[in-house]
Each structure stands twice: as structure tokens, then as C-alpha cells.
């Protein structure tokens, strides 16, 4: 396993294996650093799940795997440009966190914590829930009062304990100012080491495909977005590939944070915020500046859509037989938006299941699929 | 792709790959033979899914795979025996049957049909829906009334007709009342393509363990238990594997079909019939004879359940942070039940995907998880 040290990214303070607290002293968000010039690139083949990679990975004493990673990529073509998708929903608890929250949790063990706390819309909450429970340490999770009844539901299925804290921006808020002295935040806005998970999401890309000219994904707190960078940037420096995908961020009408950083924007008509793509309703993520600086270093540009065009999408998604959630929607929904942008190969993650969503009538399937209008 | 014919296993007549119907003349089960002396083991590197063993299954023209199989298995031990479960239910559409789906739906395009009718108490259901829908063709699905919602939800989401048909048993005689001559009948519990995806599991077992000693599977149709038969002695005849493994069969109670054919029957109490493993529900399987048979010729045995038992596997598993239906949830309790009469490496896939549970205050999950007693 490799060698590293935390860095603030605000500051340039430097961390030991052993800091505990999920931001610097000055306020600043934390990253990891592997010492990538003493280590290489090799695949376990007995490891469970993205531990194949610990020669790259954060030097971790205890492993907690679910099996996370090796998702399918599925090539598709239409008119003339070859596209891929990979099926991050076919992680363990249903979306491409699992990979953060293996690294994060494995982290917490080391540390010797006995509850971590997190704020998620859902996903990552049910994703920590369930390594938090493989870890056998407690989780107690804050999640917008209108969460999915299907996520509210798999969390507490994990034995976590639940709060309901207002909207996504207030759970945040609420975490944060609930925290003690015992209590562990693993909260992946913040977390470095969830990084190091998402950033798998690279090496597999390059064992497949070896390289790939676009990367749409949706962002909210940007953990893929920020992971998909860093992942490739390590392999430019190990030197197994030449050069980084353009990152395209995906966000939704009403949430489009990252408008406010960057200028070029590809924008569809905003007339109300998004029901639809609820793990991509977070406004206040700390990693924000960097997340666009991760765009723009790419020669990458953000995308936002609107529930008309998510709806279309997941109507196509599920036509080709991919059962995701609206939000994953909301990346296919950008790639037809602004797919005259586009040329080579690009690579859309479909980032959640949908079968999270299959709930009562009052679940987004239910109003597109059933009761809606055709 | 290898060399096949089909083969009706009560008379013995042969037909061709032309043959469309899903039963002998005789009324007799089917089942497709494969040239193995002229096939050799091969793992394609670019194939999608289960078609990188193409090597060894039926040639098809076009193939219609989402990524199933490649499903991680993790190791536990406890009391001095080391047991693996297989995630099956990180498949696509969340349940192993999309290995059986590939194959049978690629068929269905090979036989140029426009429409194909199954019968399922729901997984099935949703898998040949999603790679009809994959494959450009219609589906129409037979369903028990009492069909969970998701489950339901699902099937509409991909775009087949759904048509609920009282018990599981009657879903399987009304969908045969109902076929005209231009509907293909694709259902799991007689077509035998769909064993030749299924047994694509013992291919990926012996990928990573090479050989186990038992396997624990829920049976209702039998289409895993007779891919893992069917494909251990592939490999056998292959020379790559001197034996196959017994076959420990799962019922729950209510629903224990093969024990009018077995004598070697380990079961639990059964006060009630099961209302928590609906994917096993079924008692008049076409292939129980020959589900028994495998069962025997293993030297394994049948392990029947109740929902008892299968609450307390569900909050085991849940508590290991893996979310699967109750169905799943059987074989780990029948594991429990039997555990004296093994040794050496046994193997529990965990078929089913909880995630399509987590709907209104009706779901198991629900029940289990919420609102019942501790």
C-alpha cells in the first residue's frame, strides 16, 4: 500500500496518517497525497474489491469491502460517435459511493472510532450505513426530510440511526453543529479519503478502455468528479497514459452551484428547480472551488438540465434496459444536450440504481412510468 | 460460440436451433446440448458480460448482455469453516436471473420473433423485460396478484405489459392459455437457453476459487440450482475440475415441492407457509424431477425454512451490510440449519436484490427493519 500525507488545500498545512478532524485548522478542505514516484501501478488478483488497487491506495491497516467496483462499461453508437456507460448502480448498495466509503470506513477503523456521523441525501448515507455495519462501528446519518422513503429505509435496514434535518443544505448544517468530541465526521463533502475510493473509478476506465476524451458526471458535493480527476492525473503520472479526459459537470435547474465559478456553461431553459435529481441538490459543497478548477484544467465545461429533459432521458435509460435513478438520468440527459460539443470517446457514469426509487406513488418511477402522462 | 442441439430430456428426441417451441412433442423439458469435445475454455477479453465465455455457450448471432455476471464473492469465516457468498444480486437488473436472460433474449432475436410472454413472481419478470427492451422486442409478463410493488414497477419502468394473474401457479398456466402462435413463450421455468446463462455462475466460481464443496441455492424453478449442475460438469468434462460440488437445495416452508422426491430433507418447523420469500413460491416447476435428480447425483441434500428463520438471516446479512431480498435470505438461514453436515469451502449466492423491497409500509423490509417487534 502506498505512502501518504493530508494536505490542506486552502493553506498547504500538512497532516499526519493520525489528524482526526475532517477540515484544517484555518477552514480549509483536506486532501490526501499519495507518494506516487515510490509506487506502481499493479492489480491484486485475491483482494476484494477496489483494494486490487492498494498499491495506489492510502496504507490502510484493516480492509472493509463490499466488493465495490469492476462495474460494467457498455458501448453504444448514434450517428457516428461512440459512447460508453458504466453501471456504477451495480455497486454493492447501489452507487458509485461504495468505492469512497470502503477507503473512508477502513480510515475510521484505523482511527478506532465507534460512531461516524454523515449528511447525505441518500446515497452515501446508505453506503456508509452498510460498510459502517461490515465495520461493525455505528453510523448515525442526516438526510433532507424528504428523502426517498426507499434510502430512508435501507439506512435504517443497515442499523444506522437516522435524522431527518430539513433540507439537504440544513443536514449539512445539522451534522456539523451536533458533533462532539466522540463522534467521528466521515461526511464525504468533506472526507479526503472518500477521494481515494472514487478515484478507482480512473484506473478501471484505463483498464478497459485505456483512455477517454469525455467524463459527464452530475455534481453535488463533486467526490466523482474530483475522483475521476485525480485518478487520471495519477496515471499521467506513472506515466501509463498521455494525457486527462475534458470533465463535464452535470448539474440540475435550481442547484447549478457551480455557475457561479465557471464560465462556460451550457445551460437548458431553468423555469423550476429539479424534483427529479435529488442526489444533485446540494448548493453549499466545500470542495465548490475546486470542482471548478478541476472543469477548467480540463478544458471541461458545466452542463444544467431541467426536469423535462431528465424525464426524457430516464424514459430512454429504462428503454435500453438500465434501471437508474433520475439523477444518473440527469447525466445522459446533459450527454444529448450538449453532444455537438462532443468527439472520441465519452464515457457517462450512471452513478445510482433505480431500483431505490421503486416505492409507493408518491416515487419519481411511479409519476414517470404509471401515472404520468405519456 | 460452441456447436449445440437441444434435446427433450424425457424421450430423448433431438431437434435443431430452429425448434421454437418451448416444450418436447412429448411434452417433455428441453435441454441444449453443447459440443464440449470440440469446445475449449476461452475468457474473451472485450466481450460484454457473460458472452466472454462464448467459447462455451450456444452461437448466437447477435448478443443482447447489460454486464451481467463478474459478481464479487466474499469470504467469511466463522467457527472454523471459511463460507463465500456471491453477490447475484449486483447483477443489472438485481438478481442472477439476468445471466439466464442474456442467453434466452439473444435467442428470441436469433428466432426473429416480435413479442415474448414469461410467467414470474417478479425477478424474472423484471430481467427478461429489461433485455427484451435491450433487444428492441416486446414483453409481456404473467405476475402473481400479490406481486411487490417495486417489483411490479420495475417490469412497467422497462416498458412490458404486465398482467396480474391470482397465485404464482396461476400466472404459469394462464401465460400458456394465453400464447397464440406468434408470441414466444421465453419462461425460465421450461426454456432451456436459460440454463445455459445460469451455469455461467460455476464458470466464475472456478475463475476465483477453482473448486468449491458445497452450493446452498433457493430452488423454485430451478434454473440456478441446474446451471451450477450443469456448468460444474462442463468443467469437469473440460478436465479442468475433477468433481462438482453438492448441492444443498433451499425451500421455505408451504412452497417445499422437492420433497415428494427427495429423502435426504433437513427442515425447520413449518407452522405456516412463507410470506417473506415470494421468489420461491412456486410448486408445479416443469423441472422438479430433474432438479432432484442434480440434487442426488451430487450427494447433497434439501433444507427447508421458515420465516422464522429467515428474519433472523435477513438482519444477519443487513448487519453485514449486504442488502438482499428475503428470498436470499433463505439460503443463509438454511445454511444456519445445516451447518453440521458441511466442510471444506461452501458457496451461498445471494440471489436477489433487497433494494427492490424499500417501497410503502407493506414491504418485508419495512416490516422487519420498522415497525416490527426487536
Chains 1, 2 share one sequence.
Not at 94 to 122: P, Y
Not at 127 to 156: E, H, Q
Request: proline share 4%.
Amino acid at each position: 500500500m502506498a505512502n501518504y500525507l493530508v494536505r490542506c488545500r486552502q493553506c498547504g498545512k500538512i497532516f499526519g496518517k493520525e489528524y482526526k478532524l475532517f477540515k484544517c485548522s484555518c477552514g480549509g478542505v483536506l486532501e490526501v497525497l499519495i507518494d506516487i514516484m515510490n509506487s506502481k501501478w499493479s492489480v491484486g488478483k485475491d483482494a476484494e474489491g477496489i483494494f486490487r488497487y492498494s498499491s495506489l491506495l492510502p496504507d490502510l491497516p484493516q480492509q472493509i469491502s463490499l466488493g465495490e467496483g469492476k462495474t460494467p462499461i457498455l458501448a453504444k453508437s448514434s450517428d457516428g460517435l461512440t459512447f460508453y456507460f458504466k453501471l456504477e448502480y451495480l455497486n454493492p448498495t447501489g452507487s458509485f459511493k461504495d468505492r469512497g466509503s470502503a477507503i473512508a470506513v477502513s480510515k475510521a477503523v484505523e482511527l478506532g472510532v465507534s460512531e461516524v456521523l454523515e449528511d447525505s441525501s441518500g446515497n452515501t448515507g446508505i453506503s456508509i450505513s452498510a460498510y459502517a455495519a461490515r465495520a461493525g462501528i455505528k453510523a448515525r446519518i442526516y438526510v433532507p426530510s424528504d428523502i426517498p422513503l426507499g434510502k430512508y429505509l435501507l439506512i435504517k435496514s443497515f442499523g444506522a440511526e437516522v435524522v431527518r434535518a430539513g433540507t439537504r443544505d440544513e443536514a449539512s448544517r445539522k451534522v456539523l453543529s451536533d458533533l462532539s468530541d466522540e463522534g467521528y465526521y466521515i461526511g464525504h463533502t468533506w472526507n479526503p479519503y472518500f477521494i481515494e475510493g472514487t478515484k478507482t473509478f480512473a484506473y478501471e476506465v484505463y483498464e478497459v478502455l485505456k483512455s477517454v476524451d469525455y467524463v459527464i458526471t452530475p455534481v453535488a458535493s463533486g467526490t466523482l468528479l474530483l475522483g475521476v480527476w485525480k485518478g487520471f492525473n495519477e496515471l499521467v503520472e506513472l506515466g501509463l497514459t498521455s494525457s486527462t479526459p475534458k470533465l463535464v459537470g452535470v448539474q440540475a435547474c435550481g442547484y447549478d452551484s457551480l455557475n457561479n465559478y465557471l464560465s462556460n456553461v451550457i445551460t437548458t431553459e431553468c423555469v423550476e428547480p429539479t424534483s427529479l435529481a435529488d442526489a444533485i441538490r446540494l448548493t453549499n459543497a466545500p470542495r465548490l472551488p475546486y470542482i471548478a478548477d478541476a472543469i477548467r484544467r480540463s478544458e471541461g465545461f458545466l452542463a444544467v438540465v431541467n426536469d423535462e429533459l431528465i424525464i426524457k432521458a430516464l424514459k430512454e435509460l429504462y428503454g435500453m434496459g438500465l434501471a437508474v435513478e433520475p439523477t444518473s438520468a440527469a447525466a445522459y440527459a446533459a450527454f444529448k444536450l450538449v453532444r455537438k460539443e462532443l468527439s472520441g470517446k465519452v464515457l457517462i457514469p450512471l452513478t445510482g440504481s433505480g431500483l431505490k426509487y421503486v416505492g409507493g406513488v408518491e416515487s419519481p418511477l411511479y409519476k414517470v412510468f404509471v401515472s404520468g402522462p405519456n
